[in-house]
Each structure stands twice: as C-alpha cells, then as structure tokens.
C-alpha cells in the first residue's frame, strides 16, 4: 500500500532511532513504504532538519547504488551543559556520602532517562568513529555500558572478577589496585570479544583507574584496541593510573564521617566538544 | 516558531518514545511548536495510526483539562512469534552447551537490538499496569532488567550477594537455592526502593527459581507488592518453587558433555497474547 508522507515520516523516525549507526538504504524504505525513491529523498531531508534543529543527532545521506542513509545519535553542548548540571545538582546531596567517602549513585544508574542521556552524551565523543565493542566490569558498571552501547548500536561485554559457571572459557589477568596496590583478579568469557576488536571501556566510578587499567589488559590479551575510556564521575586520587578518559562528574569527598561532598563537572566539555571547534 | 505538521510530526515521535508510559498534555506540545491545541490533536491521530499499523505500540489521548497523551510500547503476537523463533534458533546451537549443562547466554544478553525487544516483548504483558520498579540479581539479569525498565519507563534496582561500600545500608534475605538446597544471602540498598512499591522480577534464566524466590522474600521486607515475574529463558527442574513466572524460552539440556540442548518457546504466548483474548 502506497503511503502518505505524515505516515512515512513517523515510521521512518522510528526506524531511523531504532536502527542508529547503521546505513540503511533508500530502496529499503521504497520498498516498505512503496514510494518512489524521490520521495523518500524528500521525507529524510525533513527528518534531517528536524534531527538537527532539535539536537536528536546527524542524518546523514550517501548517494548511488551502495548509499544510503545513516543515523548518528548526538548531544550538542547546551543539552549536554545543562544534563551535567541536573547530575550536579542530584548528585551534591551530603546523605550521598557513605563511610569511607564512598558516593551512592545507584538510584542514578538505574533511571533509564538518566542511562540514555548520559549514553548519547558520552557516545557523542566516537561520532564517526568505528567501535566494535564496549567493555565493563560487573557490577555498576554494567548499565552504563549497555547505554552507551545502545547509541553506538555495538554489544557490551562484562568483565567479571570470578569465573562462572554460565561463561564457559574464560581469560583472566592480574591487575594492581591504585589506591590500595593490592593484586586483584578479572576475567572475560572467551567468546565474548572477537580478536581485533576495537573496544570503549565504559565504567561508573573512576579512582586511580586501576579497573580500567586491568580491562586495557584485558583487551591487549584479546588482540584488541583500546578506543577510548569513558565514566560517569572521577574520584579524587593521589596516585593517577589512568589519564586519557572522559568524565561528565568529578566528585570529591571527605574519608571521614563528616559527609561533605563537593560535585564539579568532569572534563567532558574539554574532550567531547571544545577539541571539534 | 510555529512549525509545519511534518516538522511536528518527526519531533513528537521522537518525543513519544522517549517517554513511554508517561502523561504528556496537549499543552505541552502546543507549546513547543507554537500550535493550536486542535492541530497537535491532529498530528497525535496520525502518529496513533501508524503507530498501531506498524505494531510501534499504543497512543491513547485524554481529553480535557488535565488530559493528554499516553504512549505505551507494545509488541504484537505476529511480531513476538517472529523474534522468538530467531533467539530459538541462535539459542539451539550445540556450541552453547558448557559442562555441566549450563547455557551460554551472554552474547545474546550483551546486544542492544535483542535486549530491546525482549523488553518491548516482556512489557506488553503489563499494559495498563502500575508497576514502579523493576528488580533483578546481579550479574546477567541486569541488562535485562535495565530493557524492560527502559520499556515501562521506572527504575530499576540490583540485588547483589554481598554487602558493598557503595550501597550504604542495606536489607538483607537468606533464601534456599532450589536445586541444591544451600542456603544463600542476597541483600539490596536500603535506599534504593520505596516501601509499598510494586515491583516487576526480572531473570536471566530460572530453573527451580530459588533466587526469584528470595527476590520476592526481600520485595516483602521492603513492604513492596510483586507484581509478576518475567525471564528470558527456563531450563528444566525437578523442584519448581516458582509457578507464576513468564519465559521467553524453554531450555533443556545434558548435564553430561554431550552437548546435546532442546530448545522451544517458553509460556510466553499463552501468558501474554492468549489471555488477551
């Protein structure tokens, strides 16, 4: 059945916001919509204005036979300052400070508004980049990794520091904590990472950076490259493991039980948007 | 600036499943494309329709004051059908046997396109329900659970089997393992869910279903309500403490090293499309 532009324009949307980061061609939405190519052409401009005025992300479209048309989610710096400042707010809360200094965020990590913002924002850094994989270490790392990963429409894969029954083969490594230099032990599936994948490592809570020091290990011993490294808040820390990463929080507290917590923006704005002017 | 239908039309689907299950007014899209409430009625009948052509989900409006929108995902049973018999036969593959009989699952659960339309699948049971969480145990229900929360737009909370520094206190159960009769300790946040909520169980796999047990004992120390209970996939079980359960698929393997695996549709069918009729 031929169909009217208004209707081919909210399918399209949502097949296009459905199907991100992949190149879809023009004959498949003439086909599915049995509309002349022309016609479809016209449809993605508007969609394509829309996406832009609106800040959803770049439609962009290649021509001949091979072309297509091809989604990248995104989040320009306005949306991203302003999401970042809403963090801040939430975040610097003193009954967020656990003993030790540790920060709750939990609750956080477990909104799905605050998962799909936070993957757009942090996703925006690899526009036009190609990622096969993203990696995290179980436990809190894991929704921010599956965010991330659904913007960049690539699977996660989950670090985990004991060996299970339902992972069969597994690769493990040692790697020293930052802060307190012990020898700690994690492992990933065998069939989890292909060789010659080039991974995003994505985790909640950055301190001396010795996790994500340990899953670049990690990714070396799967024959792949290390992309990038991107987390939600960056903690203080003497010793500094790690330095090439992204963070939308940097978050500092006092060890003892006075519950102060000071709540800044990490480096996100220096990394995602200032190096593209 | 006032905009043009089609213009409106691409953001408001944007919008929509941005936002599932969430009252939008009509005053708020008048608003942010300068239009007459009148018109926003009519783009919203045309975002209905192809909506429920192309099995997207369910637009319902509210008139008057304190009226508005309503968009909830929904999956079909034709759809359903399709994408379970496509996890039936990647599931049905020899390799995925490990010792023991275990399955592996993890890719399957690390890929954004699956998990997204399990949720979408998974929440349809729920339609018109209130639900304000979801639950799941820490490690491989979590994606899960984080697809279905997506769906219903609410939070959702990790169980873990140990106390951690960054949960601050916590409640904790201990619950009999339903195959091998150890019992286990699992414990959640304090923080991390309201007394009197009514919270959605989310798995990974289930065979006797002592952990869904155990959920359901701490959903109850919380003062919460179950309201149903959903897991991608059940294996066989000579003990079944759990009867009220929907499945996406039945799985039965050798416990030998034969790596022999049967694999079938689970009750999903029967628990969320037949009941409907």
Chains 1, 2 share one sequence.
């Not at 940097?250 to 948007?273: C, F, M, W």
């Amino acid at each position: 059945m031929k169909t009217r532009r208004a209707d081919r324009l909210v399918d399209m949307t949502h097949y296009l916001l459905e199907h991100p980061r992949k190149l879809v061609s023009l004959n498949f939405f003439a086909e599915r919509y049995e509309t002349a190519k022309s016609s479809i052409s016209e449809d993605l401009a508007i969609v394509r204005r829309v996406f832009k005025t609106r800040g959803t992300g770049d439609l962009k479209t290649y021509p001949g036979a091979a072309g297509g048309v091809f989604y990248t989610p995104l989040m320009g710096e306005e949306e991203a300052t302003a999401f970042v400042d809403e963090v801040i707010a939430e975040v610097s809360n003193e009954d967020r400070v656990l003993p030790g200094g540790y920060v709750y965020l939990s609750d956080l990590l477990g909104q799905p508004d605050v998962l799909r913002q936070t993957g757009r924002l942090l996703s925006t850094e690899y526009v036009g980049e190609e990622i096969d994989a993203v990696m995290t270490a179980a436990t809190k790392g894991i929704p921010l990794a599956q965010a991330v990963a659904s913007e960049l429409n690539v699977p996660f894969v989950i670090v985990r520091d004991d060996a299970k029954v339902t992972e069969g083969s597994m690769i493990s490594v040692n790697y020293l904590t930052g802060s307190s230099k012990r020898v700690e032990k994690m492992a990933l599936s065998k069939r989890s990472l292909r060789s010659g994948s080039r991974v995003l490592i994505v985790d909640d809570f950055m301190k001396a950076g010795g996790t994500i020091q340990g899953m670049q290990t990690l990714v070396r011993e799967f024959g792949g490259t290390v992309v990038g490294t991107a987390v939600f808040a960056e903690g203080r820390s003497n010793v500094r493991l790690i330095e090439d990463f992204t963070s939308l929080l940097h978050v500092e507290t006092t060890p003892d039980t006075t519950g102060q917590i000071k709540v800044a923006a990490g480096n996100y704005l220096s990394r995602i948007y200032q190096k593209k002017d």
